[in-house]
């Protein structure tokens, strides 16, 4: 049940961090953003202002029930989608959008991919279904 604790096991998180280096070269590296012509611009796109607004909100003590920017005003903290009360998103309010977006999509593939790795670790017989 233990052997995912053994020192050779860290070859294998290498490799789930060699994995997100490659697959975000260019934003580790380069330092490009998201929402240039690349992976998630929709994403981005529907985002950028939401999590903004949210953000700010937050910071500024307010729990964001109401936002008076979609359409003539909707709820906004009954909108899951709007993640209101997700942990990193009072990150939002205090740093420039795109400094805070890029690190948090690519921590969450990260702890996706470690997260597999201890989940296949941890069952009696190697991950198999």
Not at 17 to 24: E, K, T
Not at 26 to 53: C, E
Not at 78 to 100: C, D, K, M, Q, R
Not at 104 to 119: E, K, N, R, T, W
């Amino acid at each position: 049940m233990w052997r995912c604790l053994k020192k050779t096991d860290y070859v294998d998180l290498g490799i789930v961090v060699g994995f997100v280096a490659v697959l975000f070269y260019q934003h580790i590296f380069i330092g490009k953003h998201f929402g240039t012509p690349t992976i998630l611009n929709d994403l981005f796109v529907l985002t950028q202002h939401t999590l903004s607004f949210t953000g700010a909100s937050l910071v500024n003590g307010d729990i964001p029930l109401w936002n008076p920017y979609w359409f003539r005003g909707m709820p906004h903290l009954a909108v899951s989608s709007n993640v209101v009360l997700y942990p990193t998103t009072w990150l939002f309010g205090i740093f420039e959008f795109h400094n805070v977006y890029k690190p948090i999509v690519i921590l969450h593939v990260f702890l996706g991919g470690v997260s597999a790795y201890f989940q296949r670790c941890f069952t009696q017989d190697g991950g198999r279904l």
